[in-house]
């Protein structure tokens, strides 16, 4: 599966670009994340459940950042093991420019499946996995468009 967009996120581009690298974050915006734990350096390691037509499991995997372009661009790669329902991997090719509004990202996703999930057929593999990048991407923008109002809204109390 193979999906490419383009979202305009009303956040500046280092707001942004901090959202990639932030694990908290990312963690907020992976549909079904239960756990991720680690760093843009060492790499994420990650527990996802998810439930796919009839099969649901618990993924166990990781997650790296390569090709950084510190600001620019990076190529975000993930696999995960669910047991006897199969794996999943894939990865993003994530590009962020100045914006009318804010900062445009562009996304190039590449998705593959293997195991039972894999039995389950090409247009609901392909179907789900649209809908986990858009709900990851809507995700992240508007945790990253919410935290960018919290830092520019005016601070109250405490002047006179």
Known sequence: MNLEE???IKATPDAVWAGLTSA???AQCIPGCQELTGSVEDGFEAVVVQKVGPVKATFRGNVALSDVVAGQSCTISGEG???AAGFAKG?????LAPGPEGTRLTYVVDAKVGGKLAQLGSRIIDGFAKKMVDKFFANFQEVVEGSSSAETAPATGGEA
């Open 81 to 83: 093991k669910g047991g």
């Open 91 to 95: 990865g993003a090719n994530v590009s």
């Open 24 to 26: 908290e974050v990312l």
């Open 6 to 8: 383009t979202r305009e």
